[in-house]
Nanobody
Framework: QVQLVESGGGLVQAGGSLRLSCAASGRTFSSYNVAWFRQAPGKEREFVAALSLSGINPLYADSVKDRFTISRDNAKNTVYLQMDSLKPEDTAVYYC???????????????????WGQGTQVTVSS
């Protein structure tokens, strides 16, 4: 089974930046479409960004578009989330996720992702 470990979270002032990393186990990381989700206290987990196998055509939630950048390094079995211009409402636990689906599927829903990390806390102060 695939195991994922997120890192890079922390405390940052509004307007600042953080870079999250998600290291994946296994030799077939490049075979998975990847995504980032986040979950604020008392709220459901929500979609943040997704990236295809090739790293082409990233998809972003409207709330983070033009501020966050998802990327992947298949040679390192790692997916990244560069977060710029952070806002207090970005405060959440951020999770990376992999899906076994590689064809046509809804990238926005948690139900379509099969492997999850434990999350890393991002806190943005005012």
């Amino acid at each position: 089974q695939v195991q994922l470990v997120e890192s890079g979270g922390g405390l940052v002032q509004a307007g600042g930046s953080l870079r999250l990393s998600c290291a994946a186990s296994g030799r077939t990381f490049s075979s998975y479409n990847v995504a980032w989700f986040r979950q604020a206290p008392g709220k459901e987990r929500e979609f943040v960004a997704a990236l295809s196998l090739s790293g082409i055509n990233p998809l972003y939630a409207d709330s983070v578009k033009d501020r966050f950048t998802i990327s992947r390094d298949n040679a390192k079995n790692t997916v990244y989330l560069q977060m710029d211009s952070l806002k207090p409402e970005d405060t959440a636990v951020y999770y990376c996720a992999l899906t076994r689906y590689s064809g046509s599927y809804n990238r926005y829903t948690t139900k379509n992702y099969h492997y999850w990390g434990q999350g890393t806390q991002v806190t943005v102060s005012s």
